[in-house]
């Protein structure tokens, strides 16, 4: 696959195939729902190049900061296309969301809540939003894989409980800036099985129609996102069975009227990502085997951390690695921190004994597209970045610019 293209890019770096990116929209393209508004979830990556191909596609993105709303902003996305979300928004956020007419805000909190309302008053107008909500049930299911409940009947930083909802919400829907529109629930990442995603939203849909005895002009439902994606291509998020699903809640429910917003950010970017570098050193310690590559979590944290993904191993020339005999092998960063892996017991195609050989060999690390370049700890050791390449929908190799398009001004 990346024969030929190691003499092109200098390493370690990322490249993302906006081709990728485009065939995963093209499959949520089948939910056959008029009512649902799928998201980009910015934070899995805010490449400006990738933001431009899901514009395109119509999508809109939901932002967590001030910094990306101006991308997104710049990159073509319009102020009633967005949602702002997270727990503790300063009021720099918030007031750059309400000065550019952003379509909603998630509100998390009574206090959010009452700090937007002031700051609102201040530009005379009256802000949509949604609130956010965490359900008492977190998804079922003892196996999720990568999945995994980010809350539900726990004690957290998102959202209001459910068991006091009511009375907390009775005093934001009393706030004179602020128009409320409906409801944000989501209590899930990374659920691999269709099913425990449903059923959980169908508790959601079940949650929002008792509400809606006290709360009957409800206009939006944020069910956020949760499409599990197989970093080590392991198995596959049935997108279809999903969508069937969801289309007979809505009829269950009635809900066909209502807006549905969906989130997605790792299913959408993961597949377009590769973190291509070198290895520098091979070595054996106490019955394992290392190879030593020049980069690490400064630039891929997330499979120390998780999972996981799937590698491929490349001679000094660029040629992929296929001989008969397999060998065992951690791989791992040159940084002097004991979290510095990027791939545990991870089997080659190569024999124990040629091990030594692969110094200055190249190592590929794909489904980085989420969560990669920009989910790191990037100034750990003061070593350089990766460069960030991208090849466009004819297959041209380009050097991203995604720094310059904020440090070269500002949206507003």
Do not use: W
């Amino acid at each position: 696959m990346l024969e030929g293209i190691f003499n092109k890019i200098d390493l370690p770096c990322f490249i993302y195939d906006l081709q990728k990116v485009r065939g995963q929209v093209s499959k949520l393209k089948n939910s056959n729902l008029d009512n649902l508004t799928i998201f980009y979830a910015m934070k899995a990556n805010p490449l400006p190049e990738i933001l431009r191909v899901l514009k395109e596609q119509n999508l809109g993105v939901e932002t967590t900061s001030r910094g990306e709303m101006e991308r997104a902003l710049l990159t073509g996305f319009e102020p009633e296309e967005m949602l702002v979300t997270g727990p503790g928004k300063i009021d720099s956020t918030l007031n750059y969301a309400i000065s550019n007419g952003v379509g909603h805000i998630i509100v998390e909190s009574v206090n959010e809540a009452r700090r937007l309302n002031r700051l609102a008053k201040d530009y005379k107008t009256k802000q949509p939003i949604l609130v956010r909500v965490s359900p008492t049930n977190a998804v079922r299911g003892e196996d999720l894989k990568e999945g995994f409940a980010l809350f539900g009947g726990k004690p957290v930083k998102y959202g209001i409980d459910e068991e006091n909802l009511e009375e907390k919400l009775l005093e934001i829907m009393n706030l004179s800036n602020l128009n409320f529109e409906g409801f944000h629930v989501f209590a899930a990442s990374g659920i691999s099985d269709h099913r425990l995603l449903i059923s959980h939203v169908d508790e959601i849909f079940n949650l929002i129609k008792n509400l809606e005895k006290y709360f009957p002009k409800l206009k939006v439902i944020d069910f956020g996102g949760g499409f599990g994606y197989s970093h080590d291509d392991t198995y596959e998020f049935d997108i279809n069975s999903y969508f069937s699903s969801l289309n007979d809640l809505t009829q269950n429910y009635n809900f066909g009227e209502k807006k549905l917003f969906l989130e997605l950010g790792t299913y959408i970017a993961a597949s377009c990502g590769t973190y291509l570098t070198e290895i520098v050193d091979v070595k054996k310690s106490r019955g394992e085997n290392f190879l030593i590559v020049n980069g690490g979590i400064h630039h891929l944290l997330r499979p120390s951390l998780v999972s996981n993904h799937s590698v491929q191993i490349y001679d000094s020339s660029g040629e992929l690695i296929h001989e008969s005999e397999d060998s065992e092998v951690n791989i791992v960063g040159n940084l002097c921190h004991p979290l510095d892996t990027l791939s545990r017991d991870v089997k080659i195609p190569l024999g124990i004994e040629k091990l030594e050989n692969l110094i200055g060999g190249k190592v590929a690390i794909f489904n980085c597209g989420a969560y990669g370049a920009n989910f790191s700890v990037g100034n750990f050791g003061l070593n350089p970045e990766s460069k960030i390449y991208y090849l466009d929908d004819k297959g041209n190799l380009g050097l991203s610019n995604s720094d310059s398009i904020i440090n070269g001004g500002r949206y507003k």
